[in-house]
């Protein structure tokens, strides 16, 4: 079976731009894996031979409620459908409420999330990354997405465990 790997979190954190440096067509549609809906947006990526699929969301604010709900609803799907969770969060924002509610949510799905820490280009990482080591998740990444840097790691470690 071919991974299936979600990406959520807040809105602008840079589920979209990790969506497009894991995909090897953009917003290449997968339409052909049977279970999966096509309201999220499915990416076909491949990691040295290993075939993954990856689903980009709309994000989550932790306001499951009202004009959010749809949005969440999406996400939640895509934590279902996924073997593994991304959790990504904004490296120069910082941790953030909003960020919180999210864990608490991942947490009581108990599906296993990875802490994505992005935008950590700029900075030293290990600063960007040592606000959310609170949220309490025990296995943490540092990437740049915009500039494709400490992806082809995450991926060599997230493919690995499978
Ligand atoms: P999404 O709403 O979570 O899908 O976030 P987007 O992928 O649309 O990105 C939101 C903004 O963050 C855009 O302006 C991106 O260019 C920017 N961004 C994404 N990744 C990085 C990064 O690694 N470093 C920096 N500095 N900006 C980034
Ligand atoms: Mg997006």
Redesign the pocket.
């Known amino acids: 079976m071919t991974p299936v790997i979600a990406l959520v979190?807040r809105?602008?954190?840079?589920?979209?731009?990790?969506f497009n440096q894991m995909t090897r067509s953009r917003d290449a549609l997968v339409a052909d894996f049977p279970g999966l809906t096509r309201d999220r947006k499915y990416g076909d990526g491949n990691y040295e031979g290993r075939r993954f699929i990856v689903i980009?969301t709309g994000?989550l604010t932790g306001d499951e409620a009202g004009l959010d709900a749809e949005m969440a609803r999406q996400s939640m799907q895509a934590v279902e459908e996924a073997d593994i969770v991304l959790f990504?969060v904004d490296g120069?924002a910082g941790l953030t409420a909003g960020d919180e509610m999210i864990a608490d949510h991942l947490r009581r799905t108990g599906k296993k999330a990875h802490l994505v820490v992005?935008?950590t280009?700029?900075q030293d990482p290990d600063v960007a990354a040592a606000d959310f080591y609170a949220l309490g998740f025990e296995s943490v990444y540092q990437?740049?997405?915009?500039?494709n840097r400490g992806i082809r790691s995450m991926l060599e470690l997230l493919l690995g465990e499978l």
């Open positions: 979190g809105p602008n954190v840079g589920k979209s731009t990790l980009d994000g990504l120069r992005n935008k280009d700029g990437i740049a997405a915009a500039h």
